[in-house]
């Protein structure tokens, strides 16, 4: 009898990990064309749903590296910035890793040690990174690190859209200054020879 209560309860939280996933990978379509603070408490509001546990702590770093956005949510829904200010300067050490891994830490809202596991985003952690921490002894386990991992990803994925196309962006308008104000006269032409475009010169 226990055997078959443990088979029907290993088949139910697979069932709930596969479900979970398909979620997950759908993130990156969900997020497109939002910004850092949307992805911040997005990322961090989805992954509280996902896991068992107290909270998730998400920094985004800026496509230029010069500024970072954060964002934290409990299961009881989006942290106040003054909590995570306090999550900030606690997780300092885990912000800049660049590998996934695990760590304890006295819990700065209450009693209890946390089990933290830090997944960066994007390639050496570029993007920025997230934090999971649960007062489980075990946490993570294998469908904590899977879940956290293809969240992330969906994150990075959208970042590096976004930096992408912000480069595109960038470029096409450097090439415009340099056409217009040009010394000499430029001009593009079409597969005819009739003149597209030219600067002042």
């Known amino acids: 009898m226990d055997i078959s209560r443990a088979s029907a309860d290993d088949s139910q939280a697979l069932r709930r990990c596969v479900r979970e996933l398909a979620a997950l990978s759908t993130l990156s379509a969900v ?4 910004d850092l603070p949307q992805i911040a408490a997005g990322l961090s509001g989805v992954l509280c749903r996902s896991l068992p546990v107290e909270f998730v702590f998400v920094r985004l770093n800026s496509a230029e590296g ?3 956005v954060e964002a934290g949510s409990s299961p009881d829904g989006a942290l106040s910035a003054e909590r995570v200010e306090i ?3 606690s997780l300092e ?5 660049s590998a996934t891994h ?3 830490m006295p819990s700065p809202f209450g009693e209890g040690a946390l089990q933290l596991c830090a997944t960066p985003l994007g390639f050496g952690g570029d993007c920025g990174v997230v934090i999971a921490a649960s007062l489980q002894p075990d946490f993570p386990a294998a469908t904590d690190r899977l879940m956290l991992s ?5 994150a990075a994925i959208v970042l590096q859209q976004q930096r992408s ?3 595109i962006r960038r470029n096409e308008q450097e090439l415009a200054d340099f056409f217009e104000n040009a010394t000499v006269g430029l001009h593009s032409a079409g597969p005819d020879g009739t003149i597209l475009r030219a600067n002042q010169a």
């Not at 050490?93 to 890793?97: C, D, E, F, I, K």
């Not at 293809?150 to 969906?154: D, L, R």
């Open 66 to 68: 010069t500024t970072a």
């Open 93 to 97: 050490p885990l912000v800049t890793t």
């Open 31 to 34: 997020w497109s064309g939002r």
């Open 165 to 167: 196309e912000a480069r």
């Open 150 to 154: 293809v969240a992330g990803n969906q």
């Open 87 to 89: 999550l900030s300067r």
């Open 102 to 104: 695990s760590a304890t």
